[in-house]
């Protein structure tokens, strides 16, 4: 472990988010049947980490009750209750867009279901973030997002914004959340997660490993 995943995991814990370490990505799976139990209501934001990591495959074929939005056959008006009911669950899985060195997540949604399940509902949180997630400051992860991130998942759900075609967001030169007028777009409420009330209801699985955008 470098000197920066220790400050990042030691500021977590300064903000009352519990950091956990894990060398590779095959070892997040094994680490999240250690955090949740047999049984447990499990709900789940967008995310790629997850998929990478197999988590989402250990939530579809573990003994859990997955409220699971990618299920087929399901309606626009069917994942909005998943959504709705996802409030309630045991735990609530995501990554972080960018994690700061001072021990602050940064989330950046369109729909806003993910950012909502962070900072209020679910009982437990787990956030599963590659090291490539880690930046300086704030400013950092406003510019992460806007040249990595959102072009990145804009290409891969075919959003028509600016940035799926170009790269990078049309106001990736202002310092603000100007930002694309598009029906599709995916940067519409910015979340900081800073310190945290209830001690150690988010969990960080940090990877030394590169995962996700
Ligand atoms: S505001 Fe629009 S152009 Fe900018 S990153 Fe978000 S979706 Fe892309």
Redesign the pocket.
Known sequence: MNEKIEKVLANLEKNNMQGIYVDKISDVVPKIKELISPGETVAVGGSMSLIDSGVLDLLRNGDYNFLDRYAAGLSTEDIRNLFIKSFSADTYFLSANAITENGELYN?D?NSNRVAALVFGPKSVIVVAGINKIVKDVDAAITR??TIT??KN?ARLN?D????KTG?????DKAD?S??P?G????CNYVVSSHQRIKNRIKVILVGEELGY
């Open positions: 950046v369109g997002v806007k959102a072009p804009s959003c914004t600016y940035c799926s990078k967001c049309i106001a990736a959340f930002g694309c598009s599709s777009r995916i940067c």
